[in-house]
Each structure stands twice: as structure tokens, then as C-alpha cells.
């Protein structure tokens, strides 16, 4: 099973979820659960913002080796779900890539619990802001992830 993050640069959001996913997915047993990231604007090879990487290694989690990446058809075709931050990031998945089979979500659709919500709200981009705004991030994204972990679990 793979589950891709995406968000607008894949410097910030997405690299956050998917290194803490990862760390998840193997303290649970998810054994084979492929965990990828990328951007809708197509950066590509930089690094997480020094701020993301900074809230994250204060949970033991290193962005250290992360570089992102645009997204790439061949990802989606690989893709079983989709982890979106926002809703204008599911648009541009239907606007550019109709025809991918992958399951899309919002992050914040397991914020209460690992059956996802249909009305969830976006995940805000908190490049620019203080690292406080990263540092309030951290809880979000971790229960997020903490219920799509199981939810995850519960299709293996």
C-alpha cells in the first residue's frame, strides 16, 4: 500500500506528515506501507524549511533528508490514497490528473478519529509565519496521522 502527501511546495506540510508517518507505520507493524510526498508547484530538490524541520526534530523526527518534488503522474499511478492539506490542492489533483486512481483525501478528514470526516478543513501553510505557527502544527498533523495510521491498518 503507498500514501502520498501532497501539499503546495512539499517543503513544509506534507514532508511533516510523511517523515512522521513513516515513523508511525513502523511502530505499529505496518510492515510494506509505502510513504511518499510532493508538491503541486513543482519544486524540486530543496529542502524542508529550516522551521519544519527545527518543530520536528523536537519530536525525534529528522527532515534532515528530505528534498521535495512536484508531483509526477507516475506517482498518482502508484498511489493508493492521496493525503491532501487543502481543498484547492484536491482541485488541482482533478484538474491535472483526472485520471488517476488513487483515493484523495484532506488530512484534517482524521482529525477525530480514523474514519475520515467529509467536511474537514484545510490544513493552513504556515511558510512565513513564526515558528510557533510550525510548533502548533505538530499536535494537528501527529493525531492526524495517528488516526490515518490506523485507518491504514484497518485496509491492510
Do not use: W
Request: charged share 30%; aromatic share 6%.
Amino acid at each position: 500500500m503507498k500514501v502520498l502527501f501532497v501539499c503546495s511546495g512539499n517543503i513544509c506540510r506534507s514532508p511533516m506528515a510523511a517523515e512522521y508517518c513513516r515513523r508511525r507505520a513502523a511502530e505499529v507493524g505496518l510492515d510494506g506501507l509505502v510513504v511518499d510526498s510532493a508538491g503541486t508547484l513543482g519544486i524540486e530538490d530543496e529542502p524542508a524549511a529550516d522551521d519544519a524541520r527545527q518543530v520536528m526534530a523536537e519530536i525525534g523526527v529528522d527532515l534532515s533528508r528530505h528534498r521535495s518534488k512536484g508531483i509526477r503522474p507516475e506517482d498518482l499511478r502508484s498511489t493508493d490514497y492521496t493525503i491532501v492539506m487543502e481543498r484547492r490542492h484536491l482541485r488541482y489533483l482533478s484538474q491535472h490528473h483526472p485520471h488517476a486512481t488513487d483515493r484523495r483525501l484532506l488530512l484534517r478528514s482524521f482529525e477525530e478519529a480514523s474514519d475520515p470526516h467529509p467536511y474537514a478543513p484545510d490544513l493552513k501553510d504556515p511558510i512565513g509565519l513564526p515558528i510557533e505557527s510550525f510548533r502548533e502544527l505538530v499536535p494537528l498533523v501527529s493525531r492526524c496521522v495517528d488516526h490515518l495510521v490506523a485507518f491504514l491498518q484497518e485496509r491492510a
